[in-house]
Every structure is written in C-alpha cells, then in structure tokens.
C-alpha cells in the first residue's frame, strides 16, 4: 500500500501566512483609512479641547496630569468634531439655518482670494451630489495609459470652441482617494458604469477586493481569435 508523502513545512508555513495577510489586509486598510478620517476630525476640535482642559486643570488641579494626556484630548476632540458637524447640519436644515448660511456665503464672496477657494470648494461638493448633464457619475478612463483602465468621477460635463463635449474626471490614488489626479477627458471616450459613487470608493479604498454587485462594463475590445491553421 503506498503511504503517502507527508507536505513539506514551508507548503504548510506559506500556505497560513498568505492565509493571514489576506485575512489582516481588509482590516488593516480599514484601520488606516479610519484613522485617517479620525485623525482629521480630531485635528479640528483639538484646539479648543486643549484650551477647555487647560482652563478645568486650573481648577481641578489633581485632574492635570489626565487632562493632558494626549489620547484623552484626541477621543475628545473626535466625538466633539462629529457633534459639531451633526448640530451645523440640524441647523442648515432648517430655515433659519439656511438664511445664516446665506448670510455666511455672501460675505465669504466679498474676501479676496478667499472666495475664489469657498466657492470652488463648494461648488464641487454640490456636483458630487448630482450626476452631471449626459452621462453617468462614475466613469472608466483610459489611464494611465492607453489600454489601462481607471476609476473615474466626472466632475463637470462642457463643451471646448469647437462644440466638442469634454468631461472633467477625477482618478483616486489607492487606497488614499484624498489624492488623484484632474483629466479631461472627451465624452465619448468615457465608460459608463451602473457604480455608485459609494461603491466605486469602497473599491478604489479596498485595493479592488471589495468589487460592487453591478456587472463590469465591457471596457475592453474582445481578444481576436487566433488565425486558422491552413493545413
């Protein structure tokens, strides 16, 4: 009867470590686009916790020492951050709200250099909000070279002297999309997917292991078929 042969141990060891980096990598990702996020949101509430705490340490003083930890200041700042954003869009809702921000965007345009900055800020996020006239949000493009295809969203749809349709698109770097890169692109050169702008971003921020149940455009032509043998 043949036994056999027992697996070497580097087939046994290879096979668990790849097994574990394809099980860490998905939370590993998700932890640094999280802190990234957190980091930001911290980083905007974080001097006006530090100056509250200070002036609590002045009257608490056996509290100093906790309230100059820097991780407290940071979870503090993180969830104060996301308060403030939560209240500021409670209030944009309503009609007082809205007349406030009016206010507040007629006297960002009277500032020099500054409005030029608020105003195209603005007007991107509201773009992101509603697809662009004659075609979809989420795109595919030729890049970074002819024959390679990357995730794209269009930005703005216009036309150039000639009447010729172009689109600004935006491609994401992997996995941080906070970096990219502005091409404009012809109309007819785009591919149109079915994408969310959700899924496309859980795509671009999973290093394309998270794909979006809607079938992939047919981006690319279909190979040729090998010639026929004469003979």
Same mark, same amino acid.
């Given at each position: *009867?043949?036994? #056999? ?12 470590? /790849? ?7 998905? +939370?590993?990702?998700? %932890?640094?686009? %999280?802190? %990234? /996020? ?12 530090? !100056?509250?705490?200070?002036? +609590?340490?002045?009257?608490? &003083? ?9 991780? +407290? ?10 308060? /403030? ?15 406030? %921000? !009016?206010?507040?965007?007629?006297? *960002?345009?009277? /500032? ?34 002819? $024959? +390679? ?25 992997? #996995?941080? &999309?906070? $970096? ?36 992939? &455009?047919?981006?690319? #032509? ?10």
């Amino acid at each position: *009867m043949n036994i #056999p042969a027992p697996r070497p141990r580097s087939l046994h060891l290879q096979r668990y470590l /790849i097994t574990g980096i394809l099980t860490v990598v998905p +939370l590993w990702i998700t %932890f640094i686009v %999280f802190r %990234f /996020i957190a980091s930001l949101l911290a980083q905007f509430g974080a001097p006006l916790i530090g !100056a509250v705490f200070s002036w +609590l340490s002045a009257f608490f &003083p056996g509290l100093r020492g906790l309230l100059e930890e820097a991780w +407290l200041i940071t979870v503090i700042s993180f969830v104060a951050t996301l308060l /403030i954003l939560y209240l500021i869009g409670l209030v944009a809702n309503r009609v007082i709200g809205q007349r406030l %921000f !009016a206010a507040f965007d007629a006297m *960002m345009e009277r /500032i020099p250099l500054v409005h030029s900055i608020y105003g195209g800020t603005k007007k991107l996020m509201a773009l992101l909000q509603n697809k662009p006239n004659g075609t979809q949000r989420v795109v595919l493009i030729d890049f970074p070279s002819a $024959g +390679l295809k990357s995730i794209g969203f269009v930005t703005r749809v216009f036309e150039d002297a000639g009447g010729r349709q172009l689109a600004s698109v935006y491609v994401p770097t992997t #996995p941080n &999309p906070t $970096g990219g890169y502005l091409e404009i692109v012809p109309v007819e050169h785009l591919v149109a997917t079915d994408w969310s702008v959700d899924q496309a971003m859980a795509f671009v921020l999973s290093v394309g292991a998270v794909a979006p149940d809607a079938a992939f &455009p047919s981006a690319f #032509p279909a190979a040729a078929p090998p010639p026929r043998d004469p003979a």
